[in-house]
């Protein structure tokens, strides 16, 4: 399986993005797909997590504000992130599991796609 994350860049505090993470190879490698965050120093962070059945969780840095999406056709899952603070800057990386699991535990996540960076300026 291939991951391939997109949609990173530099906004200011307020502003919004949204990420991409579009999969390839057999689907079931992605039954469950997720965001994780990691700064320099610091353990990578999970953000939020959906699996094909529907199931939605989000750590509660960012509930309310990111909203986590997929398309089953486009094999593609995406994460709009609004009201977008400093500390949300890092490197945000996409994760699938073969397994309809949300873990918040990086380790439960066997596949990775590439970090595409975000910055937020004060």
């Known amino acids: 399986v291939q991951l391939q994350a997109s949609g990173g860049g530099l906004v200011q505090a307020g502003g919004s993005l949204r990420l991409s993470c579009a999969a390839s190879?057999?689907?079931?490698?992605?039954?469950?797909m997720g965001w994780f965050r990691q700064t320099p120093g610091k353990e990578r962070e999970f953000v939020a997590a959906?699996?094909?059945?529907?199931?939605?969780y989000y750590a509660d840095s960012v509930k309310g504000r990111f909203t986590i999406s997929r398309d089953n056709d486009k094999n593609t899952v995406y994460l709009q992130a609004n009201s977008l603070k400093p500390e949300d800057t890092a490197v945000y990386f996409c994760?699938?599991?073969?397994?309809?699991?949300?873990?918040?535990?990086?380790?439960?996540?066997?596949?990775w796609g590439q970090g595409t960076q975000v910055t937020v300026s004060s």
């Open positions: 959906s699996s094909r059945r529907g199931d939605i």
């Open positions: 190879g057999h689907s079931s490698y992605y039954r469950s």
């Open positions: 994760a699938s599991s073969p397994r309809d699991i949300l873990s918040t535990r990086s380790l439960n996540w066997p596949y």
